[in-house]
């Protein structure tokens, strides 16, 4: 989480108490303009200029990555804490939540279902695990309201990852802990290092409200508040801050790219990549809604909902064929069976029920963060 919030000086000041980032050390002479390497990173490799990699200092300031020196950086490791040793409970540990609170959702190959609480992740940003044998990294951006569940496994070579404390394009670039190369996280790209270029694999996850999730997902997991760290949970320091992002007053440097006007800055899409083709569909202009496409020569269909916003992509396939939908009454039918089905593409009644579509991998995030890692991506339009 990031002090340099300008909603209010008041406000930078609780959220800086909240990270509990400490002090930091002074940035020492020479920086790393004219080195190959700094704290172990190799400079020598990078796919984004080195100045536009800011650190966050948490005193109000940053120093970029091309001058940041060697004691600075090491002091700036995980001031934000990921969390390493996830602890969780049944449905009943997430009470404290509001209906309306957003959860990352991860349903696992044996039907398992966890909800990473936003509110948790506001203040830890990483969560490396290991779920029903996959080992997965929770990812949450409050900058880019971004969250995007990766496999932490990369050329048959496990992966942990730790916070930096920097930003690109206004996002979050996390570290893994075997090579220290710095990653992108909207991208899931290796942007400095000597992984640079090197992506993970997205998984399929579903970012919705706590109340849908659970109403979905009963016998869920819940991430627990011990997470270990003096944290407090119970508040929002990120709430109005979207219309912060419309007014274009982001907290770090963003590109030209990033201000793509199809949609306004902090509009939440579902960014999704199938065959090569990257679409953003925006959560709060389609609201309740079942959007039937083709994206990468498959049909696919999202359904959405004005709660949250939130929305989901799934394959269009159940049955005997292709499914087409729409949406009435809080749920969203087939006009193939007339079967009824919810958020999470189970089918809840009608002739295909306890069928379920194909959760699609995608990102939901802010527009400006999604479209700068994705330049080539169109936008939904009905």
């Known amino acids: 989480m990031r002090v340099k919030i300008l909603i209010a000086a008041a406000a ?42 800011h650190f966050d200092t948490f005193d109000g300031g940053s120093v970029p990555l091309s001058e940041i020196g060697e ?32 959860v990352i959702g991860y349903t696992g190959a044996s ?11 506001n203040l830890h940003e990483i969560v490396n695990d290991e779920l029903d044998g996959v080992p997965v990294l929770i990812s949450y951006c409050p900058l880019c309201r971004s969250a995007i569940v990766y496999d932490r496994r990369l050329d048959g070579r496990e992966l942990t990852f730790g916070n930096s404390s920097a930003l690109y394009e206004s996002d979050l670039v996390m570290f893994d802990r075997e090579t220290r190369s710095y990653w992108w996280q909207v991208a899931g790209e290796a942007i400095v290092g000597t992984l640079t270029g090197a992506r993970l694999t997205t ?49 770090f440097p963003v590109s030209a790219a990033a201000l793509d006007g199809r949609l306004a800055p902090g509009d939440e899409v579902l960014g999704l990549t199938v065959g090569g083709e990257s679409r953003a569909y ?10 039937n496409d083709t994206l990468g020569g498959e049909e696919i ?20 064929g292709t499914l087409s939908f729409s ?32 959760l699609l991998p995608g990102r939901y995030t802010f527009w400006f963060a999604y479209i700068a890692a994705f330049p080539d991506a169109d936008v939904y339009a009905p």
């Open 203 to 251: 998984l399929p996850s579903t970012t919705a409200t706590w109340a849908q999730w659970l109403e979905e997902h009963p016998e869920t997991l819940v991430l627990s508040r011990e997470t270990g760290f003096a944290r407090s949970y119970d508040r929002d320091p990120f709430a109005g801050y979207r219309d912060q992002v419309n007014d274009e007053r982001f907290p």
């Open 301 to 320: 269909v999202v359904f959405s909902t004005e709660d949250g916003p939130t929305a989901a992509a799934y394959l269009a396939n159940a049955g005997d």
């Open 12 to 53: 930078g000041a609780l959220i800086a108490a909240a990270c509990g980032g400490g002090d930091v050390a002074p940035n020492d002479p020479g920086g790393a303009a004219d080195r190959e390497t700094v704290a172990g990173i190799d400079l020598t490799r990078h796919s984004v200029p080195l100045a536009d990699v």
């Open 111 to 121: 039907g398992s279902a966890w909800a990473f609480p936003v509110k948790i992740l």
């Open 327 to 358: 949406y009435s009454d809080g749920k969203y039918r087939d006009a193939q069976t007339g079967s009824l089905w919810n958020l999470s593409g189970e089918a809840v009644s009608g002739p295909l029920q306890g069928a379920t579509l194909e």
């Open 71 to 102: 004691e600075l950086l090491l002091s700036l490791v995980d001031a934000i804490p990921p969390i390493d040793e996830p602890r969780y409970e049944d449905a009943s540990g997430g009470d404290w939540l509001e209906d309306n609170d957003l």
């Open 282 to 291: 925006s959560a709060r202009a389609l609201g309740d809604a079942a959007v």
